[in-house]
C-alpha cells in the first residue's frame, strides 16, 4: 500500500515539475525573443500566426514511432511463434502497441498542420486534420479559457459551438490574446448597453469622473449572457459581474474580479490591509467609498466618494441580476 502511495505521489510530483519546467522554458524563450525584436513568422500575410512548437509534435513523433517498431516487432515474433501457440496476452500487447503508434503518429502529424492565422477582420483556422475554415470575427461570442495545466482559450459562437481553442504553449499565443482583446473583446465591452428583462432600458449612472450602465455580457461556459455593470473610467472600461458589485455594496464581499482586462477590483476602504500599499492610498478617504484598484502597486484606478458613492449604491441595488 506505501509503495502504491509513494509510486503515485512521486508520478504527480514529477508531473507537476514538469508541466512548471515546460511553462517557465518557453515563456522566458519568448520574453528573451520579444526582448530581442524577433517577429513572430507571418503565414499568408496574417497578423498573427499561431502554431503548436517544435517540440510538442516531434516528441510524440519520436516516441509513437518507437512504439511502432516495438509492435510490429512483437508481431511478427508473434506470427513466427504461432506454430508453437503464443499467449493470447502477448498478441493484444502486440496489437496494442502497434496501434498506439500509429495513433501517435496521427496524432502528431495532426498538431503540426494546426494553426491559426489572424487577418485584419477574420480568422483562418485548420485544427488537426480538418480543412482549413474561416472564422469572422463578428461570429465570437465568447472567449473562455481553458482550465488545464498550461492554459488556453477557446471561441464559442452564440449557439455555444466551439469555433477555435489554442494551447496557452502554442507559439503567437499571447500576440493572438492581444488581437482578440483589441478586435471583439474591446469593441463588445463598449458596444451600446442592451435593454432590461422587461424590455426597457437600465438608466445609466453618472459621476464627476465615472460613468456606468447595465448590460448583459457573454461569460461563463458556452458564452452566455450575463448581467454585467460597465464603469467608464477615461478610457478604460471595467466589466464586472451585477452580483458581485451589489455583494460588495452589501457588505457581503471583501472586492469584486472584473471580467475584462487588465484586471481590476472593485472594493471598499474596510476591505483592504491598512499595511498594504493599497491600504495606505485608501485610508484618507470615507468609509462608504468605493475604490476600482488595480491588480499592481499602481496607483488607484478611480475613487467613488461622498454624493458619488451614494448615488452609486443606490443605482446598483436596484439593477436586474
Known sequence: MWITIMSVGIAAIAGFGITL??????????????????????????LVTVRLRTFQ???????????VVVGVVM???????????????????????LLAGVGGIVLSTSMRRTRVLAMEDHL????????????DLGEIAAILPIANQYGGLQARDASRRRLFSVM???????ELEAYLDERVV???????????????SVPTWRGAHVSADWTTTPLGYGGRPRPTVRLFVDGLVVVLHVADVQAVIDGRAAAADSVSQPLVFLATPASADPSSPAGQQMAALPPESLVLLPDAD???VAVLRDSD???????VSGLPR
Not at 57 to 67: D, G, K, Q, S, T
Open 21 to 46: 519546467g515546460v511553462t517557465a522554458a518557453t515563456r522566458r524563450s519568448d520574453r528573451a525573443r520579444r526582448a530581442r525584436g524577433e517577429p513572430l513568422p507571418s503565414e499568408g500575410g496574417a
Open 57 to 67: 509534435w516531434v516528441v510524440i513523433r519520436v516516441v509513437a514511432i518507437a512504439f
Open 75 to 97: 508481431s511478427l515474433a508473434c506470427i513466427a511463434l504461432a506454430s508453437r501457440g503464443v499467449e493470447v496476452g502477448m498478441v493484444i500487447a502486440a496489437v496494442a502497441i
Open 124 to 135: 483562418l483556422v485548420r485544427q488537426g486534420l480538418r480543412q482549413e475554415r474561416r472564422v
Open 168 to 174: 496557452g504553449l502554442a507559439r503567437g499565443y499571447a
Open 186 to 200: 474591446r469593441p463588445r465591452t463598449a458596444a451600446p448597453a442592451t435593454p432590461g428583462p422587461d424590455g426597457v
Open 298 to 300: 499602481e496607483p488607484l
Open 309 to 315: 458613492a451614494l448615488t452609486f449604491r443606490r443605482w
